[in-house]
């Protein structure tokens, strides 16, 4: 017997996906952690990422003007710092302080990469749109850093050995 259909929530109908910290540094040099719910893949040939940011956020300006973001994937181990850096925002606090939140620079984008997560791409803006309530900007991958374990002889992550959120 085939499952009735009803109608579903709209909203972030393409649930669930992978958590991701998405990670900047302004202008200035201020450096920001933000929880991104819309993320993923978009091209292959070049390898390119999009993450879908609100105006109002406070890394939105910083992620516009520098041109450039990190994805960073978040593992159980992280939950904790994620749950906390998605819930403040730097506008009100020092959340990574607060957090303890170890950055480090990226290899080729002017922009830290968490190094406590086991997975970081560094990305360079190509293009954006908005699409509504959030600005998608697409990010050409210019360096993945992955934890050594997880990485095969060929540079292939398993991705299946990360026990993401």
């Not at 956020?57 to 910083?62: C, E, L, W």
């Not at 925002?89 to 990469?113: H, Q, W, Y």
């Given at each position: 017997m085939k499952p009735e259909k009803i109608e579903g929530n709209k909203k972030s109908c393409m649930q669930p996906q992978t958590k991701v910290l998405v990670s900047c540094r302004g202008l200035d040099?201020?450096?920001?952690?933000?929880?991104?719910g819309y993320c993923g893949n978009c091209s292959y040939d070049p390898p390119m990422v999009m993450v879908g940011i609100v105006p109002s956020?406070?890394?939105?300006?910083?992620i516009k003007e520098s041109g450039c973001f990190v994805v960073n994937l978040v593992d159980q181990n992280y939950k904790e710092t994620?749950?906390?850096?998605?819930?403040?925002?730097?506008?009100?606090?020092?959340?990574?302080?607060?957090?303890?939140?170890?950055?480090?620079?990226?290899?080729?984008?002017?922009?830290?990469?968490?190094?406590?997560?086991?997975?970081?791409?560094?990305?360079?803006?190509?293009?954006?749109?908005?699409?509504?309530?959030?600005?998608?900007?697409?990010?050409k991958v210019e360096y993945v850093h992955a934890d050594s374990k997880l990485v095969d002889d060929e540079g292939n992550i398993d991705f299946s050995q990360i026990n993401f959120i």
């Open positions: 040099g201020e450096e920001n952690v933000l929880a991104v956020r406070y890394s939105y300006k910083m994620f749950d906390y850096l998605g819930t403040h925002s730097k506008r009100d606090e020092d959340k990574l302080a607060v957090m303890k939140v170890k950055l480090e620079n990226g290899k080729k984008v002017n922009a830290p990469i968490l190094p406590d997560c086991p997975v970081n791409i560094e990305c360079k803006i190509v293009d954006s749109i908005m699409t509504g309530s959030h600005e998608m900007f697409v990010g």
